[in-house]
């Protein structure tokens, strides 16, 4: 089993920045491909960015993509999100995700994780 923590959420203006971390308890971390996902006050839950077991993959929604950049350090079992230019559109829950598995490509739906953090709290302001 898996755990997941997220931290770095807050509140920031927009066109701020914020870097988000999850830490996972498992020592074979090498081998989960890692996600971000959000979700909006009223809206489902959504994909933001995922990277591969060992960063050779990454993978962004559209939304995001040239704002954001997600990266791992798998010697400090460590995955990052960096939030740049953020919008208050941005302002969501934020939640880690893990998949096990060697795989090329990134999952983008949640079915595709196994294992959540609780999330944390982005607020873009205007």
């Known amino acids: 089993q898996v755990q997941l923590v997220e931290s770095g959420g807050g509140l920031v203006q927009a066109g701020g920045s914020l870097r988000l971390s999850c830490a996972a308890s498992e020592r074979t971390f090498s081998m989960y491909t890692m996600g971000w996902f959000r979700q909006a006050p009223g809206k489902e839950r959504q994909f933001v960015a995922g990277?591969?077991?060992?960063?050779?993959?990454?993978y962004y929604a559209d939304s995001v993509k040239g704002r954001f950049t997600i990266s791992r350090d798998n010697a400090k079992n460590t995955v990052y999100l960096q939030m740049n230019s953020l919008k208050p559109e941005d302002t969501a829950v934020y939640y880690c995700a893990a998949d096990y598995g060697l795989r090329v490509r990134v999952g983008v739906r949640e079915n595709e994780y196994d294992y959540w953090g609780q999330g944390t709290q982005v607020t873009v302001s205007s």
């Open positions: 990277i591969n077991w060992n960063g050779g993959s990454t």
